[in-house]
T-cell receptor
Framework: NAGVTQTPKFQVLKTGQSMTLQCAQD?????MSWYRQDPGMGLRLIHY???????DQGEVPNGYNVSRSTTEDFPLRLLSAAPSQTSVYFC????????????FGPGTRLTVT | LAKTTQPISMDSYEGQEVNITCSHN???????ITWYQQFPSQGPRFIIQ???TKVTNEVASLFIPADRKSSTLSLPRVSLSDTAVYYC???????????FGDGTTLTVKP
């Protein structure tokens, strides 16, 4: 049982490039979410999903796309990277949208130059 | 989503009890108060969650007054390994989302 896994761990992009951050969980959790954390700051919700085929926007969705074709995977796509997207990205999952703890992945550290 | 306010930092010594208070004046009926702990270069880890009165688990207690506009996380007898950032968030069970504040950096000294 690996929990929540994220790849890659580190990534450097040039402005304007696109990429996909991968997130997978093996706990059969319905709810998954993406956060970004800027240095010295708290986490901000980008997008979330309450189940396969259902996604919704969080606080800071601009510049990011998500899809949820399976229960296990919830990739985050950066459409055209900008320096303002330099951050650490965390994926999380929980049993459902209710009162259950979220399990966080180890994070992806992204630098956009 | 309800916003939360916490102290930016706190210092303590090993063996002391630490209480971190969080303010959430705009909490709604369906909101639950949740606390997470985060170590450097790691994702947050769930500590405790509650709705009202007192909740206790093996690592912490959570005190929530009747008006629910604030909450206090209590860590008994802290050790050096409790040095971390602690986040209070209000989990909206209808929307299935919440807002993390900027957290409280707790430093435990020997």
């Amino acid at each position: 049982n690996a929990g929540v896994t994220q790849t890659p761990k580190f990534q450097v992009l040039k402005t304007g490039q696109s990429m996909t951050l991968q997130c997978a969980q093996d706990m059969n959790h319905e709810y998954m979410s993406w956060y970004r954390q800027d240095p010295g700051m708290g986490l901000r919700l980008i997008h979330y999903s309450v189940g396969a085929g259902i996604t919704d926007q969080g606080e800071v969705p601009n510049g990011y796309n998500v899809s949820r074709s399976t229960t296990e995977d919830f990739p985050l796509r950066l459409l055209s990277a900008a320096p303002s997207q330099t951050s650490v990205y965390f994926c999380a999952s929980s049993i459902d949208r209710g009162l259950y703890e979220q399990y966080f992945g180890p994070g992806t550290r992204l630098t956009v130059t | 989503l309800a916003k939360t306010t916490q102290p930016i930092s706190m210092d303590s010594y090993e063996g002391q009890e630490v209480n971190i208070t969080c303010s959430h004046n705009n909490i709604a009926t369906n909101d639950y108060i949740t606390w997470y702990q985060q170590f450097p270069s790691q994702g947050p880890r769930f500590i405790i969650q509650g709705y009202k009165t007192k909740v206790t688990n093996e690592v912490a207690s959570l005190f929530i007054p009747a008006d629910r506009k604030s909450s206090t996380l209590s860590l008994p007898r802290v050790s050096l390994s409790d040095t971390a950032v602690y986040y209070c968030l209000v989990w909206n069970t209808n929307a299935g989302k919440s807002t993390f504040g900027d957290g409280t950096t707790l430093t435990v000294k020997p």
